[in-house]
């Protein structure tokens, strides 16, 4: 069967698994799993699953495609991914995964913002074991390339100023929230955070840059992004051990390791976009804790209330389960809880099966079990993941089609709005919170879980249902959902005149003006926000934002324009 979990649907006609509904209002997350697991031992009724192993032939067959989609069709982006693969199933120091080095340098030197890129990956193919034909060749791409760069550096030095290269730097920092400025204050009603004004806030103002506690790629970015980072670039090395994650540079290798994807490496594909984010979280809570005592004990702990300096302190402090402390009630959870806990009781059986993950003394096991049980089911049900959108560039700066996801403890407590105050962009593993509209003090700060409504393409009961399915949300009263957006807005004579003289189009030169009066428009059409004008007052809001992302965090991701083509005569053929 294919690894993606459509075998689900056996367990809901089983009469073995009937008793399990019964233990869904338990208190305890773990008892619904662990029955589960008792049952599926007896009765042997585990999903079957393929797992892949590094392949010359799979390799090769990855390579070959790539070499037709580059010389061929001149389609950067499907060779980049099929090289990718290559490089993902090819044995290490194998002639294969050198070919595929040689190939993805010889692509990035078609563009000239990745001439760079292209010297990254002649370096690491040089430092394997390389015939002497392919030494030559990279010999020769390497004298091109760095003849170019020159090409490359102009570009940033032209977009570089200090407004920019300091525009994701928090100007102050909170004394409760490291990651905000003082303008966001945390507050807590009924044991549950909410994100408020601290003051007044002005349209485009930063708010908050905030890592993720953990952060996972969709499935689709898995062999163009980093693993741990999330960055996106054609020189990224794959993971020894497993065809399913490949990495900037050792250091974001190694820091996924201590994390816990030493773990996930053998059991990689089964994890689905669905759990992968949650069960990711589970590896790295175990790695942060001593000993298997102190994790039980944290599974123990979920979601408890408290004072407002009590939580804020476990969020924002020096708690490192920050991520499980503490989350809004979620009321619809129990019809996703039966599958997720047929989904964690068969991860729990092939860790126990493929790896040594779990403590050996049986008594210890069982307690390990129930603790991985319980943190992996809260995480799923409780923690609300964030959409992290990610900025692109090879030619055009575009919002990367595949949204990553992430847990973080301050954003995540913002509550959701169809028409929020707020935007968030992704910066790697981190994201940045901006204020999309004037924002009063004491106001809620809001954004939206499924994305801004001009961004989007549902709307009405599509995009209502979408909100409760994926994230538990009952979206009420709201225009959006129910598509009662105006059909006309008038604008006055002061919104006309300065919709009428916004800058558009370049941002590059006078960049910091241009933001500011785009702001000031912003802010004028705030009144109007279904209008037209607002739509294009908005889009070159978030082109301004994109163009500080990019500078600041690039993301390369390959893909052919016919004004980015830079045609360099390399006849070499592999």
């Given at each position: 069967?294919?690894?993606?979990?459509?075998?689900?649907?056996?367990?809901?006609?089983?009469?073995?698994?009937?008793?399990?509904?019964?233990?869904?209002?338990?208190?305890?997350?773990?008892?619904?799993?662990?029955?589960?697991?008792?049952?599926?031992?007896?009765?042997?009724?585990?999903?079957?699953?393929?797992?892949?192993?590094?392949?010359?032939?799979?390799?090769?067959?990855?390579?070959?495609?790539?070499?037709?989609?580059?010389?061929?069709?001149?389609?950067?982006?499907?060779?980049?991914?099929?090289?990718?693969?290559?490089?993902?199933?090819?044995?290490?120091?194998?002639?294969?995964?050198?070919?595929?080095?040689?190939?993805?340098?010889?692509?990035?030197?078609?563009?000239?913002?990745?001439?760079?890129?292209?010297?990254?990956?002649?370096?690491?193919?040089?430092?394997?074991?390389?015939?002497?034909?392919?030494?030559?060749?990279?010999?020769?791409?390497?004298?091109?390339?760095?003849?170019?760069?020159?090409?490359?550096?102009?570009?940033?030095?032209?977009?570089?100023?200090?407004?920019?290269?300091?525009?994701?730097?928090?100007?102050?920092?909170?004394?409760?929230?490291?990651?905000?400025?003082?303008?966001?204050?945390?507050?807590?009603?009924?044991?549950?955070?909410?994100?408020?004004?601290?003051?007044?806030?002005?349209?485009?103002?930063?708010?908050?840059?905030?890592?993720?506690?953990?952060?996972?790629?969709?499935?689709?970015?898995?062999?163009?992004?980093?693993?741990?980072?999330?960055?996106?670039?054609?020189?990224?090395?794959?993971?020894?051990?497993?065809?399913?994650?490949?990495?900037?540079?050792?250091?974001?290798?190694?820091?996924?390791?201590?994390?816990?994807?030493?773990?996930?490496?053998?059991?990689?594909?089964?994890?689905?976009?669905?759990?992968?984010?949650?069960?990711?979280?589970?590896?790295?809570?175990?790695?942060?804790?001593?000993?298997?005592?102190?994790?039980?004990?944290?599974?123990?702990?979920?979601?408890?209330?408290?004072?407002?300096?009590?939580?804020?302190?476990?969020?924002?402090?020096?708690?490192?389960?920050?991520?499980?402390?503490?989350?809004?009630?979620?009321?619809?959870?129990?019809?996703?809880?039966?599958?997720?806990?047929?989904?964690?009781?068969?991860?729990?059986?092939?860790?126990?099966?493929?790896?040594?993950?779990?403590?050996?003394?049986?008594?210890?096991?069982?307690?390990?079990?129930?603790?991985?049980?319980?943190?992996?089911?809260?995480?799923?049900?409780?923690?609300?993941?964030?959409?992290?959108?990610?900025v692109t560039h090879c030619a055009k700066v575009?919002?990367?089609?595949?949204?990553?996801?992430?847990?973080?403890?301050?954003?995540?407590?913002?509550?959701?709005?169809?028409?929020?105050?707020?935007?968030?962009?992704?910066?790697?593993?981190?994201?940045?919170?901006?204020?999309?509209?004037?924002?009063?003090?004491?106001?809620?700060?809001?954004?939206?879980?499924?994305?801004?409504?001009?961004?989007?393409?549902?709307?009405?009961?599509?995009?209502?249902?979408?909100?409760?399915?994926?994230?538990?949300?009952?979206?009420?009263?709201?225009?959006?959902?129910?598509?009662?957006?105006?059909?006309?807005?008038?604008?006055?004579?002061?919104?006309?005149?300065?919709?009428?003289?916004?800058?558009?189009?370049?941002?590059?030169?006078?960049?910091?003006?241009?933001?500011?009066?785009?702001?000031?428009?912003?802010?004028?059409?705030?009144?109007?926000?279904?209008?037209?004008?607002?739509?294009?007052?908005?889009?070159?809001?978030?082109?301004?934002?994109?163009?500080?992302?990019?500078?600041?965090?690039?993301?390369?991701y390959l893909k052919t324009y016919e004004e980015?083509?830079?045609?360099?005569?390399?006849?070499?053929?592999?």
């Amino acid at each position: 069967m294919n690894n993606n979990w459509t075998g689900l649907d056996k367990y809901y006609t089983d009469p073995s698994l009937k008793d399990i509904y019964n233990t869904l209002l338990n208190e305890d997350l773990s008892d619904c799993v662990v029955l589960a697991r008792n049952v599926l031992s007896k009765t042997n009724n585990w999903l079957i699953f393929q797992f892949c192993e590094k392949s010359t032939s799979v390799s090769r067959s990855f390579l070959e495609r790539g070499l037709i989609y580059f010389r061929r069709y001149y389609d950067a982006e499907q060779a980049l991914l099929a090289f990718n693969n290559a490089l993902t199933f090819a044995p290490i120091n194998s002639d294969v995964m050198q070919l595929a080095y040689c190939s993805r340098a010889e692509l990035c030197l078609c563009f000239p913002i990745t001439f760079s890129l292209s010297l990254n990956n002649i370096d690491t193919c040089l430092a394997l074991d390389c015939p002497r034909g392919i030494v030559h060749k990279l010999t020769e791409m390497k004298s091109t390339a760095s003849e170019l760069l020159y090409i490359e550096r102009e570009a940033l030095e032209y977009t570089s100023s200090p407004f920019v290269d300091n525009f994701f730097k928090l100007k102050s920092i909170n004394v409760d929230a490291p990651c905000a400025t003082p303008d966001v204050d945390v507050i807590v009603e009924s044991g549950q955070v909410k994100v408020v004004a601290a003051k007044d806030i002005r349209v485009g103002t930063l708010l908050v840059n905030e890592t993720a506690f953990m952060a996972a790629t969709h499935s689709k970015n898995v062999t163009t992004s980093c693993h741990y980072c999330l960055r996106m670039s054609p020189d990224s090395i794959p993971c020894e051990g497993c065809c399913k994650a490949m990495f900037c540079d050792e250091n974001c290798k190694e820091k996924s390791m201590s994390e816990g994807h030493d773990v996930e490496c053998k059991i990689v594909d089964i994890i689905v976009d669905d759990i992968k984010l949650p069960f990711q979280t589970v590896l790295k809570i175990r790695r942060l804790c001593s000993s298997w005592d102190e994790f039980i004990a944290v599974s123990k702990d979920l979601g408890a209330d408290g004072e407002k300096n009590e939580i804020t302190a476990k969020i924002f402090g020096s708690n490192k389960f920050s991520v499980l402390k503490p989350r809004a009630d979620n009321p619809f959870v129990h019809g996703r809880m039966f599958n997720r806990c047929m989904c964690i009781v068969n991860i729990i059986h092939y860790l126990e099966t493929r790896t040594s993950f779990f403590p050996e003394c049986s008594e210890e096991r069982e307690a390990a079990i129930r603790a991985v049980a319980r943190i992996f089911l809260y995480l799923c049900l409780y923690c609300t993941p964030v959409r992290m959108l990610h900025v692109t560039h090879c030619a055009k700066v575009e919002l990367h089609n595949f949204t990553n996801r992430g847990y973080f403890p301050l954003i995540g407590n913002l509550d959701h709005s169809c028409t929020p105050n707020t935007y968030v962009i992704g910066l790697r593993n981190s994201a940045a919170l901006f204020a999309l509209k004037p924002i009063k003090k004491g106001e809620l700060l809001t954004f939206s879980y499924i994305g801004h409504y001009l961004e989007t393409e549902e709307y009405g009961k599509e995009r209502a249902t979408k909100l409760l399915h994926d994230y538990g949300i009952a979206c009420k009263d709201c225009v959006i959902c129910e598509n009662n957006v105006p059909l006309t807005q008038n604008l006055n004579p002061e919104q006309l005149e300065a919709f009428r003289s916004m800058p558009r189009g370049q941002i590059e030169e006078n960049t910091k003006n241009i933001y500011k009066e785009i702001c000031r428009v912003m802010y004028l059409l705030n009144s109007v926000s279904f209008s037209k004008e607002y739509d294009e007052a908005y889009i070159e809001f978030i082109r301004c934002v994109m163009f500080f992302v990019r500078i600041n965090y690039r993301n390369d991701y390959l893909k052919t324009y016919e004004e980015n083509r830079l045609l360099i005569p390399l006849t070499t053929s592999i």
